[in-house]
């Protein structure tokens, strides 16, 4: 209990210095010295889920794969400009997403299925109906793998990622208004999507 207490005080304090004292600081200073063992064991961590990340914006098991394996090598290359500021692992996640977006923009695929948006106006505030609630998880996932590239895209970082529009902005090159509109927009083709297949 007092163990529990003292570690509390110390990321307190380590919080109000302004840095995250991360549960894996001793792996990444390892890292940081080039230890591949320290490195493999983040890998082994956080592999999974950083894959999981890469492929519900790939939607494709083997570039999902390469963007994950790549987006680790850029962690470790660049170790040094981990500030400490968040938790290693959301500083990875923002690596994996953004190596898997440059994948998508050297297939030459685009964050808007023009003609879509062209022919729906939806409102941006939209509320999708709570009836998707009701829906079992594995018939989400598969109606959001069905859902256009920039839809899809925007859902992923904004529900599952947890990113603003903002964010999203920084990372996919469109502006924080596409982006709330593309969700808009992914609600509704996501709740359209449901229904068909109720």
């Given at each position: ?13 380590n ?13 990444i200073?390892?890292c ?27 939607k ?7 963007a ?7 962690a ?49 505030d ?14 989400v ?48 083709k ?9």
């Amino acid at each position: 209990m007092q163990q529990r207490k003292n570690d509390f005080v110390t990321n307190t304090e380590n919080k109000l210095e302004g840095h995250f004292k991360d549960i894996n600081h001793e792996l990444i200073e390892l890292c940081l010295k080039g230890d591949k063992k320290a490195q493999f064991e983040l890998y082994k961590k956080y592999a999974n889920a950083m894959y999981n990340t890469s492929y519900r914006i790939l939607k494709n098991s083997a570039e999902a794969e390469d963007a994950m394996q790549e987006g680790f090598l850029k962690a470790f290359q660049h170790m040094d400009s981990y500030s400490g500021t968040v938790s290693f692992g959301a500083w990875l996640k923002k690596i994996i997403i953004n190596t898997s977006l440059d994948t998508l923009r050297k297939n030459k695929m685009n964050f808007e299925n023009v003609d879509e948006i062209k022919s729906i106006q939806y409102a941006e505030d939209e509320v999708v109906d709570e009836s998707i609630i009701a829906y079992k998880v594995e018939q989400v996932k598969k109606a959001i793998s069905d859902l256009p590239e920039g839809y899809r895209i925007v859902l992923t970082l904004y529900l599952i990622e947890g990113y603003d529009h903002d964010e999203i902005a920084e990372i996919t090159g469109i502006s924080a208004s596409t982006s709330r509109s593309q969700l808009a927009r992914a609600r509704k083709k996501l709740l359209e999507l449901l229904l068909e297949n109720k």
